[in-house]
């Protein structure tokens, strides 16, 4: 089944940035929608930003259009969200998610749909 695994996070003031990665493995379908989301103690889980990796279409939340871009290296089959202007708010576990083709639009960022996990990364942002 598809492995996946998170890195970058980490502490950081207010107006700075961090890259985060997620690298797969064992995957199965010739494309996959990749979505990142975040959760604080006490909140729903929120997906963030999603890449379609057969065709490299994105989504984004509101909340970080214009400061986060997820984007994917093919050869390393590994998918990033370089994360600028960083807001004490988006402090919180990070999650990459992966679910299949045919599960759905690629607007839909719900965690039930999704199939395949990895560990977190914690960010950390302070004002």
């Known amino acids: 089944q598809v492995q996946l695994v998170e890195s970058g996070g980490g502490s950081v003031q207010a107006g700075g940035s961090l890259r985060l990665s997620c690298a797969a493995s064992?995957?199965?379908?010739?494309?996959?929608?990749v979505t990142w989301f975040r959760q604080v103690p006490g909140k729903e889980r929120e997906g963030v930003a999603t890449i379609y990796t057969g065709s490299g279409s994105t989504f984004y939340a509101d909340s970080v259009k214009g400061r986060f871009t997820i984007s994917q290296d093919q050869p390393k089959s590994t998918v990033y969200l370089q994360m600028n202007s960083l807001k004490p708010e988006d402090t919180g576990m990070y999650y990459c998610?992966?679910?299949?083709?045919?599960?759905?639009?690629?607007?839909?960022?719900?965690?039930?749909?999704?199939?395949?996990w990895g560990q977190g990364t914690q960010v950390t942002v302070s004002s």
């Open positions: 998610a992966a679910r299949g083709p045919g599960t759905g639009p690629l607007v839909t960022m719900t965690a039930p749909v999704y199939k395949y």
């Open positions: 064992g995957y199965t379908y010739w494309a996959y929608f």
